[in-house]
């Protein structure tokens, strides 16, 4: 999981974030130290913009790694327009 989850650019806290779940969770998971019941499994690959079965059988073709790619793009995307954001409205209040 912890590969896949960086190929898509998301750090633990965004993908817990994502997935509806702790921080701490996800970074127990990535060690084998806990183990997600189903439904969790299914938010943790939604917010990765995966299947499901992904998680245990990596990219199967080209077009999942287009997709993967897609999905960190859209990702930093997001980083940065937040991260304006926030720089703008900073300097507003001053």
Do not use: Y
Not at 30 to 41: H, Q, V
Not at 63 to 71: A, G, H, K, P, S
């Amino acid at each position: 999981m912890r590969k896949i989850r960086r190929k898509c650019g998301l750090t633990q806290e965004k993908l817990a974030e994502k997935a509806g779940v702790s921080t701490h969770f996800i970074a127990m998971i990535e060690i084998a130290r806990k183990f997600p019941s189903p439904d969790t499994l299914d938010q943790i690959a939604a917010a990765l913009g995966i299947e499901t079965h992904e998680l245990f059988s990596g990219p199967v073709s080209a077009e999942t790694d287009l997709t993967w790619l897609r999905q960190s793009v859209l990702n930093d995307i997001e980083r940065v327009v937040g991260e304006a954001v926030e720089k703008a409205l900073s300097e507003k209040r001053k």
